[in-house]
Structure formats: C-alpha cells, structure tokens
C-alpha cells in the first residue's frame, strides 16, 4: 500500500521545451497537496508522470520504498481533465467496467453509486449525461476500486457547489483513512492541503 509520495528535483520536458525542473515534495499518508500554476507550465504533465504516462528528464518519483511499477499498477488512480468514458456505454456498464479492471467489486460499486448519487443514471447512456453528471461518473471510480494515491486533474470542475462541498467530504474521509492525494487545481480544494506552484520553488502549508 502507497503511504508515501515524493518528487525529487522532478524535471519534465515535452515537444521539446522544458516544463519545469528542480521540483520536489514529499508527502505521507493523511495529506493533500494542490498544483497551481499558469495554463501550460506543466501541472497535468507532473501528475501523468506521477502515474507512469509520461518520463522524466531528471529527478524520481518515489511511493515510499515500493516498486514503482508495482505501486501503479495497484495504488493510484489517475482522473484527468478529460474523463475518458465511453459515451455509448450506459453509466452502470462504464462503472462496472472500471471498477472490474481497477480490482474492485459489487460492494464498492454500491458504494460509489450511493456516494455519488448516481442511481437514477444507471440505464442511462454516458452521451446523456450532463457535463456535471459526467464528473461525478469519473469520480465514482475513486471509491469504486479504492486504492491510496488519487491524483486528480481539476477535480472540481464543472461540478456545482453542492458537488463541490460533499466531494470534499470525500476527500476529507479518503486523507482520514490514510490516503494521498494530489491534485491540479485553479480554484483551491475544500480541503486542508500543501501547495506546490509549478514555476515556483518548494512546497508549503
């Protein structure tokens, strides 16, 4: 289990520029961390490298001792921008589809249904779904499968202020239970959480 995450003098290059160098962070299991940082400087970037998608030009990433391979293929989830569900799949089979492949099951599938209000869209086709309700959808697999580091890419977009307030809660609840979590963000997350500016040196409360 991930209780660990760290970026030592971090660097990643992409098309050729250089997105930022020397970044470095550490945190343990309980804290949250939010990216800031201008459009492009490279915060979407820094979590696909967390997650393995994209390589560094310099620096590590670390999970706390464990193998790195191993500690992604079963301790994160990733959520991007983009929420990459398949539009002609009716939201219970979306659902059901990732939180099999993530290692879940039909508890936690009931579980995440519950939490993310997501009963009266089961038979309904992804395409259908409004631009919030897809939001939800994507989330839903972070407690469908549950697993240690979530790294999430403006989580809180386009969800209304309701959603933004009980999916605080969820994070709250995800950081009590000894999880991480790392997120790029505009707007600051409901939670208490470190903040590290791409383009900026160091972390801070």
Same mark, same amino acid.
């Not at 550490?26 to 940082?37: D, N």
């Not at 963000?185 to 972390?203: R, S, W, Y």
């Given at each position: 289990?991930?209780? $660990?995450? &760290?970026?030592? +003098?971090?660097?990643?290059?992409?098309?050729?520029?250089? #997105?930022?160098?020397?970044?470095?962070? *550490? #945190?343990?299991?309980?804290?949250?961390?939010?990216?800031?940082?201008?459009?492009? $400087?490279?915060? &979407? *970037?820094?979590?696909?490298?967390?997650?393995?998608?994209?390589?560094?030009?310099?620096?590590?990433?670390?999970?706390?001792?464990?193998?790195?391979?191993?500690? +992604?293929?079963?301790? #994160?989830?990733? =959520?991007?921008?983009?929420?990459?569900?398949?539009?002609?799949? &009716?939201?219970?089979?979306?659902?059901?589809?990732? *939180?099999?492949?993530?290692?879940?099951?039909?508890?936690?599938?009931?579980? $995440?249904?519950?939490?993310?209000?997501?009963?009266?869209?089961?038979?309904?086709?992804?395409? +259908?779904? *409004?631009?919030?309700?897809?939001?939800?959808?994507?989330?839903?697999?972070?407690?469908?499968?549950?697993?240690?580091?979530?790294?999430?890419?403006?989580?809180?977009?386009?969800?209304?202020?309701?959603? +933004?307030?009980?999916?605080?809660?969820?994070?709250?609840?995800?950081?009590?239970?000894?999880?991480? =979590?790392?997120?790029?963000?505009?707007?600051?997350?409901?939670?208490? $959480?470190? &903040?590290?500016?791409?383009?900026?040196?160091?972390?801070?409360?």
């Amino acid at each position: 289990m991930i209780d $660990a995450l &760290t970026l030592d +003098r971090a660097a990643v290059q992409r098309g050729g520029r250089l #997105l930022f160098a020397d970044l470095s962070l *550490s #945190l343990v299991a309980g804290q949250a961390c939010a990216l800031t940082g201008a459009n492009g $400087a490279g915060k &979407t *970037s820094l979590l696909r490298a967390v997650a393995g998608l994209v390589p560094l030009e310099a620096g590590a990433v670390g999970f706390g001792g464990l193998d790195p391979t191993e500690a +992604r293929g079963a301790g #994160l989830h990733l =959520i991007g921008h983009q929420d990459g569900l398949k539009p002609a799949r &009716t939201t219970r089979e979306e659902l059901s589809f990732w *939180s099999h492949w993530c290692g879940g099951d039909a508890a936690a599938i009931d579980e $995440a249904t519950q939490a993310l209000d997501l009963g009266p869209l089961m038979d309904l086709e992804v395409r +259908r779904l *409004s631009a919030g309700q897809r939001r939800r959808l994507a989330l839903a697999r972070l407690l469908a499968a549950p697993r240690p580091l979530w790294l999430l890419d403006e989580p809180l977009s386009p969800l209304d202020a309701g959603w +933004r307030t009980r999916f605080g809660a969820m994070m709250q609840a995800h950081l009590k239970g000894g999880g991480l =979590i790392l997120a790029a963000v505009h707007d600051p997350l409901p939670i208490k $959480a470190k &903040t590290l500016e791409i383009g900026a040196q160091g972390a801070g409360e």
